[in-house]
Every structure is written in C-alpha cells, then in structure tokens.
T-cell receptor, first 116, second 113 residues
Framework: AQTVTQSQPEMSVQEAETVTLSCTYDTSESDYYLFWYKQPPSRQMILVIRQEAYKQQNATENRFSVNFQKAAKSFSLKISDSQLGDAAMYFCAYRSAGGATNKLIFGTGTLLAVQP | NAGVTQTPKFQVLKTGQSMTLQCAQDMNHEYMSWYRQDPGMGLRLIHYSVGAGITDQGEVPNGYNVSRSTTEDFPLRLLSAAPSQTSVYFC????????????FGPGTRLTVL
C-alpha cells in the first residue's frame, strides 16, 4: 500500500522569504501523480501544484515549485516570496495513475505560519 | 458553476442518531468521493463512486453508507452516530482520468456527543 509522510508538523517563514515543505512517499508503482493542496482557515481544499511521475521536469506555478526526486521518492514544495495569504495547512497527496478509484492518499499535513 | 456543494456546514448529533450529509456537483464529473479529516491524520477516504449506480468502500467505511442514483449527487449516511465519527467531512469530485484535479466541497464539521 502507498503511504505519504510529511515530517514537519509546523513551519514558519518570514514574509518575502522562501520556505520548503518536505514530503516523502512510498510506492511500488512506476506511474502516479503527486499533488500539494493548501487548506487555509476557511477549510477549503485548494490545489496548489501537480506533478506527473513520468515527467522529469519539476512543476512550477508562479511562486510555487516542487523538487521531485523519483528515485528518492521525495516531493518537496518550495514557496518563494512568501505572503501572508500563504499561511495555511499544506497537504501532500499521492494518486495512482492506473486503477478505478481516483483515490488520493494524503500526508498528515504541515501547518505553515507566515510572520510579517 | 457552483462546483461542489455540501450541506450542512455544521451539525451536532447525539450518539445513536442517524443523518445524511449531502453532496452535489454541477460539473458532470464521473468520480465522487467522501473523505474525513481528523487532527494529525490528514484526509482519509470513506467511500467513492466511479459513476451513477456504482459505489465502493475506501479506507474507513465502517458506520457509513453511500448511494449514487444520479451523476450530480452523492450523499453520505451515518447509520448510528458514534463519538468516533466526530470529524470534518469533505466531498470531492473529478473527471475520470487520474491526472485530473479533484475539486473539494467546503466541508461539514460534525460533532457527535
């Protein structure tokens, strides 16, 4: 069974600085997708960024980028020029490329605080 | 588009009561799922559906029932509420292919006394 581990329960960053959130996963599959979701205090789950395992190039979305290391099964999220609105819980998630469930497997989350 | 809607937003139940959490989506998505979120545990899959009339169990299905009579609706039924079911419940939907984004509803905070 696949598992996702986020080893940093809480992180803090100064506004305008850069922060990296860690995520590791375990799987025997070769084809899968990885996601970072943001959950602000409103509780809404918001997709931040997505990575296809078969793509070597790291995904980027504006100030958000990932460092995807397939061999190491590592998928970290880098937030550049942090803003107060980035304060939220961040979840790393895994989804198999095959199968019929479309199931997401989540990590336990990292609570990010942004200091002004 | 309203996206994924859930009702109610908050609910308090007594042990043994039953209730239905409603979920609807207007994006014609084939896949719909229910997750529960507990502190320190992330989100865990309860039940899912790959289309109208087709449902299956996820990781933590005990104490919950689902049905999918239409593409749009996917209600979650608590048969006999227990304090262990105190949680935040999220409904999600997506298109069939695995790379597609799952869209989440705003969640329902359920407390069972």
């Amino acid at each position: 069974a696949q598992t996702v581990t986020q080893s940093q329960p809480e992180m803090s960053v100064q506004e305008a600085e850069t922060v990296t959130l860690s995520c590791t996963y375990d799987t025997s599959e070769s084809d899968y997708y990885l996601f970072w979701y943001k959950q602000p205090p409103s509780r809404q789950m918001i997709l931040v960024i997505r990575q296809e395992a078969y793509k070597q190039q790291n995904a980027t979305e504006n100030r958000f980028s990932v460092n995807f290391q397939k061999a190491a099964k590592s998928f970290s999220l880098k937030i550049s020029d942090s803003q107060l609105g980035d304060a939220a819980m961040y979840f790393c998630a895994y989804r198999s490329a095959g199968g019929a469930t479309n199931k997401l497997i989540f990590g336990t989350g990292t609570l990010l605080a942004v200091q002004p | 588009n309203a996206g994924v809607t859930q009702t109610p937003k908050f609910q308090v139940l007594k042990t043994g009561q039953s209730m239905t959490l409603q979920c609807a989506q207007d994006m014609n998505h084939e896949y719909m799922s229910w997750y529960r979120q507990d502190p320190g545990m992330g989100l865990r899959l309860i039940h899912y559906s790959v289309g109208a009339g087709i449902t299956d169990q996820g990781e933590v299905p005990n104490g919950y029932n689902v049905s999918r009579s239409t593409t749009e609706d996917f209600p979650l039924r608590l048969l006999s509420a227990a304090p262990s079911q105190t949680s935040v419940y999220f409904c999600a939907s997506s298109r069939r292919a695995s790379y597609n984004e799952q869209f989440f509803g705003p969640g329902t905070r359920l407390t069972v006394l």
